[in-house]
């Protein structure tokens, strides 16, 4: 056998791996997932120890809230009974700010104030509920428990008595307060009277009553009518729309001099 025919040649040939461009950084945002998502969770068990009970009732409320809003007001039928984080002393005085203090009282001024209104009228004709500009109680109309006479601005027995059990509780607030009076869509026969006068006659006389049963004058910064404009149900006749509301200001909002 010659030497020529003895020599064998080899090729190695280097297989090359290239990554596919499609799927090559997908594992980058998997990653940043999987770290956002243990960020979250190292987080939530911080504030589950750091936090008393009263506080997490309080945070699971913030994300699926339990006070209830309207369409037109920022109301609904129903309170939200139970303690926040933002009512906690140490959130009050840790740097936080005011809104806080200013937030627990609020709520604490609500729930008083719903609980007072359940000792003289059902839960359906009335609300409390909080807005940015404070709280809002609304007196509502039934077909047989009005506010007022059908039609007319004199206080009836019902009014009086709600104002008597609640004024109190308005006086030591320390709050500015507007009220507000509003009626359904029905129309006026006289030409010269109209919603309008009809809801601002209202609220006079709810503010007159109201300052008779020991409500201070200095508390009470505005006194308007909105006739048949906001309405709180869908039917624009209904009895609901009749109404009288009363907010009181929070304090950033609209400060008195003596509170």
């Known amino acids: 056998m010659s030497e020529e025919s003895a020599t064998t040649t080899i090729i190695k040939r280097k297989k090359l791996f290239a990554g596919d461009g499609h799927h090559g950084g997908a594992w980058k945002v998997a990653y940043a997932d999987f770290v956002t998502a243990m ?43 139970g303690d926040s984080p933002n009512t906690s002393d140490m959130l009050a005085s840790s740097n936080h700010g005011g809104a806080y203090a200013s937030m627990a009282q609020s709520e604490a001024l609500r729930d008083l104030l719903m609980q007072q209104l359940r000792e003289e009228i059902d839960d359906s004709l009335a ?46 607030s320390g709050r500015a307060i507007k009220i507000v009076g509003h009626t359904d869509d029905l129309k006026f026969a006289r030409r010269d009277y109209s919603n309008w006068e009809l809801s601002a006659d209202r ?56 509170n």
């Open 39 to 81: 960020m979250a969770f190292f987080m939530l068990m911080w504030i589950l120890n750091a936090t008393t009970e009263d506080q997490r009732r309080g945070l699971a409320d913030y994300f699926n809230p339990s006070v209830p809003l309207a369409e037109k007001s920022g109301g609904g039928t129903d309170v939200l009974w």
């Open 127 to 172: 609300r409390v509920t909080l807005t940015p500009e404070g709280v809002i109680v609304d007196l509502m109309d039934s077909a047989d428990q009005p506010v007022f006479a059908l039609g007319r601005a004199s206080a009836t027995a019902r009014l009086e008595g709600i104002l008597t059990e609640i004024t109190p509780s308005l006086t030591v």
């Open 203 to 258: 609220a006079n006389v709810a503010r007159r009553v109201a300052v008779q049963r020991g409500l201070p004058v200095a508390r009470i910064v505005e006194v308007s009518g909105q006739a048949d404009r906001m309405p709180i149900s869908e039917d624009s006749s209904a009895p609901e729309n009749r109404r009288i509301s009363i907010l009181l200001f929070n304090e950033e909002v609209w400060p008195l001099e003596d």
